[in-house]
């Protein structure tokens, strides 16, 4: 007895091509901001800041231990806060140095994980007319014309007046009021950070 028996087709499984490109898309955008997290990770910290540090010389230091936290305050002239835990937080100080006039600061912009090091970035605050005459630089001079001696005329001439006529003296502009005294500073700033096991790196955004 024979028993029929039918072909059995198989087809493979097509993926369209717009579902398979979004799909594409998808991923590579979860790949990458994966990666772009990875290499800017805000870190959990806390500073501290003031402008009479006892130091006068500008310097970044990283402390590990609970002796590089009290010799870092130690330099601010004040007593270490008893809340450094060696082992687990790192502390970064940060001082200017001698400043002629008050009105400098130090400003924490971030501390964030770069791959395997962790950035500390801060700037240095200025007074307000220092960083007015940075942002705004003095127009050039006019060009200098001197007349032509064309003939008899005492118009302009050497700077005197025509016969006849009445001359008027501009007085000189007066002089840019004196910025009131004010002492010496040396701005500083300490960051304590909740980790350990990285290496630290301090950078300086300049101002614009």
């Not at 009131?180 to 614009?208: C, G, K, M, N, Y």
Request: aromatic share 8%; hydrophobic share 40%.
């Amino acid at each position: 007895m024979r028993f029929g028996a039918q072909p059995i087709s198989f087809q493979k499984m097509r993926v369209p091509h717009q579902r398979l490109l979004a799909l594409c898309v998808l991923v590579a955008t979860g790949l990458f901001g994966t990666i772009g997290a990875a290499f800017a990770q805000t870190i959990e910290a806390r500073h501290w800041q003031g402008a009479t540090a006892a130091t006068r010389q500008p310097e970044h230091i990283v402390a590990t231990t609970m002796a590089e936290w009290r010799s870092l305050w130690s330099r601010v002239g004040m007593p270490a806060p008893d809340v450094f835990e060696p082992g687990r937080m790192n502390a970064v100080g940060i001082f200017l140095g001698r400043r002629a006039s008050e009105g400098y600061a130090v400003n924490i912009l971030s501390t964030s994980r770069r791959r395997d090091r962790i950035f500390v970035v801060f700037e240095e605050r200025m007074p307000a007319d220092i960083m007015l005459a940075q942002r705004v630089s003095p127009p050039p001079p006019p060009p200098t014309t001197r007349p032509l001696s064309g003939g008899p005329s005492f118009a302009g001439a050497a700077g005197f007046a025509p016969p006849g006529s009445v001359s008027t003296v501009t007085p000189p502009p007066s002089p840019p009021p004196a910025r009131p005294f004010s002492q010496p500073t040396s701005p500083w700033a300490i960051v304590l950070i909740h980790r350990a096991d990285l290496p630290i790196s301090v950078e300086q955004r300049l101002f614009r």
